[in-house]
């Protein structure tokens, strides 16, 4: 039996197969996940209902799950700042993790890329709440 936070079989399975430099996509609920996805990612669809779960609660589930070195996300529109979604997101990172802006369609070309392990998408209605995560390597101390 799992005793993590984490209980989702396939969404332990893509991340557990998800090596250094892999990366995982954590979508808002308008995010086009049969378009805008490389072809080797798993798409787990999550958006149970409007606004449920929200990719910071999907975001911290998968933080308690691997080590992520690098957060991506979208540069808001003027007319979306400030942006407090990724306030949440950039609070829930561990300290020390890399942090990029890069417009809309740079976004997507890297989700369509072929390092993409996976696909969350959660029912955020959030604009620019998608969070492109690349998977680091735990340190042993």
């Known amino acids: 039996m799992i005793t993590g936070q984490l209980t989702h079989p396939r969404i332990i399975s893509a ?7 892999a990366t ?24 149970l209902e409007p606004d449920f779960p929200t990719v910071p609660q999907v975001l911290a589930a998968v933080l308690g799950t691997v080590h992520i070195e690098k957060l991506t996300q979208i540069t808001p529109a003027e007319d979306a700042t400030p942006c407090l979604v ?3 997101i950039g609070d829930l990172m561990p300290e020390g993790t890399e942090t990029e802006f890069v417009d809309r369609l740079d976004f997507y070309e890297l989700a369509r890329s072929q390092n993409l392990a996976l696909c969350v998408v959660t029912g955020d209605s959030r604009r620019f709440a998608n969070a492109l995560l690349t998977v680091g390597v735990l340190q042993k101390g």
């Open 86 to 88: 990724h306030t949440e």
């Open 15 to 21: 991340l557990a197969a998800a090596g250094h430099g």
């Open 24 to 47: 995982v996509l954590i979508a808002d609920g308008h995010y086009s996940a049969a378009t805008a996805v490389g072809p080797n990612a798993e798409t787990v669809h999550l958006n």
